[in-house]
């Protein structure tokens, strides 16, 4: 079963309670999703880190029912 | 965990091949767009690779997962060290640091 944008958005939020999440329905099929993540842990994280720390989040969804997940993460701007 | 006989493999792999690409298909035949878009993109820049497909062998898909922490494929290795999968392949090329971090490394030969 697919996963829906609002249960990607709590399961980020609930390990990063400061960030901004922004996810798209890429396909509007619930499988293709882009998400944009913005949170101050992700400061001084390489990219790799910073995708690791939301996969985490995401508890092992991500590459099993979460098939298609376009990434992007940055910490906020001063 | 760290017993498990594939890492060895992609330990050598990733030892003897300055650059590799672990992947969906073949860098000629990929079998998933966002293999095919990684490919597209070191073709592009005109870094040798050597692809590495995964479709080929289960232990080895799952065992890359494991290696690198990473859920997903493809995975892209320089020099030894993981790099990242397809989305940060995209962003370090659009804002130019894939061709950057090459050059450095000294696997890009081409002008």
Redesign the interface.
């Known amino acids: 079963m697919p996963m829906n944008a609002s249960d990607i958005e709590r399961m980020i939020k609930e390990k990063f309670p400061d960030a901004t999440v922004t996810i798209q329905d890429l396909r509007g099929d619930g499988d293709h999703y882009a998400a944009h993540v913005i949170s101050a842990a992700f400061k001084g994280k390489s990219r790799v880190q910073q995708h690791q720390m939301v996969y985490q989040a995401l508890r092992g969804n991500m590459g099993g029912v979460l098939h298609a997940l376009a990434l992007q993460t940055a910490p906020p701007e001063d | 965990m760290s017993d498990n006989p594939v890492f060895d493999r992609i330990k050598q792999d990733i030892n003897d091949n300055q650059v590799v690409l672990y992947m969906k298909g073949t860098p000629v035949f990929p079998q998933c767009g ?1 293999s095919a878009a990684v490919v597209q993109i070191l073709s592009h820049i005109g870094v040798k690779f050597k692809g590495i497909d995964v479709l080929s062998d289960p232990s080895l898909r799952d065992g890359i ?1 494991q290696f690198s ?4 494929i493809p995975q892209l290795y320089v020099k030894g060290e ?7 392949v995209r ?2 090329f659009e804002t130019g640091e894939l061709k950057e971090l090459l050059s450095e490394k000294g696997v890009l030969t081409a002008a």
């Open positions: 966002f997962k922490d990473w859920p997903t993981f790099i990242g999968g397809c989305d940060i962003e370090m």
